[in-house]
Structures are given as structure tokens and as C-alpha cells.
T-cell receptor
């Protein structure tokens, strides 16, 4: 299977602990996104990488959140000093470059199954 | 601000047709995406519209009117497995996706 994979699928931890999630995108995709989703809401953008460069980070993201994509392949998302409000599904998505030709076709993002984080 | 509006919940009957509407106000427009999301699973891509008009893909069609800031997803010959949330997302001028909250579609036999 060559889809986006995320690890772990579930994480339960106590408030105040640090957690780290991993995402392996589809191999030929150079763009990687992290989102957070809570029940009944659409995904909320967290950050975006093009190859190894982190090009955008949500203003809503506190300094407790950090993401890396050191070699332009897999990525990690770390949350330090977790809080109750961090409980959510964390989704990773990847996409290839837009196709050009007759205009620009922006490629869809393909999502992993997510990591469900529960803070006790 | 940027805003995507879609109904919270809709109910339809197996075998029927349902239309899910989406209106948007965003800073710039680089296309509109529809995704399907089953409970507890990741969103999966359904369709992409960047020009006005209808895109048909099997039982699913998606329509876009850029002047009206409006799209709809049309599902025909509904099946029980179509029970899911349907998310509308617009790519803005920064090529970031702005997501609606999703429409929960309930299919009844």
C-alpha cells in the first residue's frame, strides 16, 4: 500500500506530557500538511511543508506545537506540555505539485488515517 | 474573514438523489474540493472544480458557480454506504484549503 501512513493510531497521555506523531507521505508527493480535527468540525490547518521547508504555520498554533520534515520525506509533529484542549484527531495529508498545462490543476490532498490523541 | 457554509445534517432515502450545498467567502479562489469522511476515518477525495459547471464522476457530480460563491455535490442512486460526512473545502489565494464543518448525510432504507 502506498498511501499516507500515520503512527500511532491512538495516543492516550496525561496532561503535561509531551507527545510526538509521525507521518509518512506518499513517496512522490513533495507537499505535506498537518491538520487537527474535532468532532463535528472540518480539519483545521496546522502547518505545511514543501519538501523539507516549512512554508506556513497557523497563527492559531501555540509555541507548544512544532513540526519537522528533516529530509523532505517523513514528518513529525510534537506537542509539548499537553493540555485537555489538545484532545483531537491529528491528520496528515500529502499532495504532489500542481499539474500545469491548460491552466493549473491543483492536486487533491490524500489523508492518512490520523492519530487520535486523548489527554487525561 | 474566510467562511465556508454547508448544512449540518441531511437525511435521504436509499435509491434517491440528494444535493448538498456549499457557499463560500474566501480570500482568493484556486479551486473547490469535496471529500467524503466516514465516522472515525480520514477524509477521502471525491471531486475538484476550478471552472464553472458540472463535473460528473459516476454516481457523484459536483457543480461550481464562482460568481455566486456556490457549489453543490449531487449523489444519485443512494446506497447505505453513502452515509458519511461530506466536506467542502476551498483553496484560497495562498493555496491553503479552507474547510467547511461538513454535512452529515444519513441514508434511510
Amino acid at each position: 500500500d502506498t498511501g499516507v501512513s500515520q503512527d500511532p493510531r491512538h495516543k492516550i497521555t496525561k496532561r503535561g506530557q509531551n507527545v510526538t506523531f509521525r507521518c509518512d507521505p506518499i513517496s512522490e508527493h513533495n507537499r505535506l500538511y498537518w491538520y487537527r480535527q474535532t468532532l463535528g468540525q472540518g480539519p483545521e490547518f496546522l502547518t505545511y511543508f514543501q519538501n523539507e521547508a516549512q512554508l506556513e504555520k497557523s497563527r492559531l498554533l501555540s509555541d507548544r506545537f512544532s513540526a519537522e520534515r528533516p529530509k523532505g520525506s517523513f514528518s513529525t509533529l510534537e506537542i509539548q506540555r499537553t493540555e485537555q484542549g489538545d484532545s483531537a484527531m491529528y491528520l496528515c495529508a500529502s499532495s504532489p505539485r500542481p499539474r500545469t498545462g491548460r491552466g493549473i490543476y491543483n492536486q487533491p490532498q490524500h489523508f492518512g488515517d490520523g492519530t487520535r490523541l486523548s489527554i487525561l | 474573514g474566510q467562511n465556508i457554509d454547508q448544512p449540518t445534517e441531511m437525511t435521504a432515502t436509499e435509491g434517491a438523489i440528494v444535493q448538498i450545498n456549499c457557499t463560500y467567502q474566501t480570500s482568493g479562489f484556486n479551486g473547490l474540493f469535496w471529500y467524503q469522511q466516514h465516522a472515525g476515518e480520514a477524509p477521502t477525495f471525491l471531486s475538484y472544480n476550478v471552472l464553472d459547471g458540472l463535473e460528473e464522476k459516476g454516481r457523484f457530480s459536483s457543480f461550481l458557480s464562482r460568481s455566486k460563491g456556490y457549489s453543490y455535490l449531487l449523489l444519485k442512486e443512494l446506497q447505505m454506504k453513502d452515509s458519511a460526512s461530506y466536506l467542502c473545502a476551498v483553496m484560497d489565494s495562498n493555496y491553503q484549503l479552507i474547510w467547511g464543518a461538513g454535512t452529515k448525510l444519513i441514508i434511510k432504507p
